[in-house]
């Protein structure tokens, strides 16, 4: 007959509860990371087909303007469009870095409990 009580009880009680803790965390890290990997992958797909679909209807929009100045200044028009591009460029990875430094903390959810566990430790140890 297993023993319930006494010091290898206890012991055995708290192990299962830190277990049981553990458990939990663990389980709610893998569905955060999950949704990250998720959201990040979703979000990627978009931007390449926006990207592609973007890059493709300037390069078209940019021969309609140099065939249609052909005669007048062709030099011109595709030295303007270059100039016009690269300040695109610039002004997209100028944004592109900002969001970057803005990102959120990740898994955020997590941290907060593993913090409200620690509190509540400490508060029952005092």
């Known amino acids: 007959m297993p023993e ?11 192990l299962a509860t830190l277990l049981g803790i553990v458990s939990s965390r663990v389980e709610l890290l ?26 493709m209807g300037i390069f078209f929009l940019s021969i309609l303007i140099v065939l249609f100045f052909w005669e007048d200044h062709p030099l011109l028009v595709v030295s303007l469009l270059s100039l016009l ?4 460029a610039l002004i997209s990875f100028r944004l592109l870095l900002g969001k970057l430094n803005q990102k959120p903390v990740p898994f955020a959810d997590t941290l907060a409990e593993l913090k409200k566990d620690l509190s509540l430790l400490r508060d029952n140890h005092e």
Not at 8 to 13: A, I, P, T
Not at 85 to 88: D, R, W
């Open 85 to 88: 591009f690269f300040a695109f």
């Open 30 to 55: 893998s569905n955060e990371w999950e949704e990250e990997r998720l959201r990040l992958t979703q979000a990627l797909l978009f931007a390449l087909f926006a990207l592609f679909s973007l890059c």
């Open 4 to 14: 319930t009580s006494g010091l290898f009880g206890s012991l055995k009680r708290l």
